[in-house]
């Protein structure tokens, strides 16, 4: 079964940073692009970064780029995402995905807490 799980979050100041984990499991990881989104309250889902099955291609969201460096170690199954610089707006829940039929699928993890104060 398909499985997305989220760590290395948590409450900064703004100009901090932090650096999340994505484990994933249930498929092969290696075939598969990945994305990282996140959902603020009362808003929703955005996708903020993205990585090609080997690494050798990101996009990133506009009012992330610059900031945030989104890379992946395939012999861990594992995406990441260092977010430098961050900013109040950036606090929400960040979640991992993969996309099928272009879309990301169902198997949402349960996301990792990042709050950042001015």
């Known amino acids: 079964q398909v499985q997305f799980a989220e760590s290395g979050g948590g409450a900064v100041q703004a100009g901090g940073s932090l650096r999340l984990s994505c484990a994933a499991s249930?498929?092969?990881?290696?075939?598969?692009?990945i994305d990282w989104y996140r959902q603020a309250p009362g808003k929703q889902r955005q996708l903020v970064a993205s990585?090609?099955?080997?690494?050798?291609?990101?996009n990133y969201a506009d009012s992330v780029k610059g900031r945030f460096t989104i890379s992946r170690d395939n012999a861990k199954n594992t995406a990441y995402l260092q977010m430098n610089s961050l900013k109040p707006e950036d606090t929400a829940v960040y979640y991992c995905?993969?996309?099928?039929?272009?879309?990301?699928?169902?198997?949402w993890g349960q996301g990792t807490q990042v709050t950042v104060s001015s």
């Open positions: 249930g498929f092969t990881f290696g075939f598969r692009g």
């Open positions: 995905n993969m996309r099928q039929n272009g879309r990301p699928t169902e198997y």
């Open positions: 990585i090609n099955n080997n690494g050798t291609r990101t």
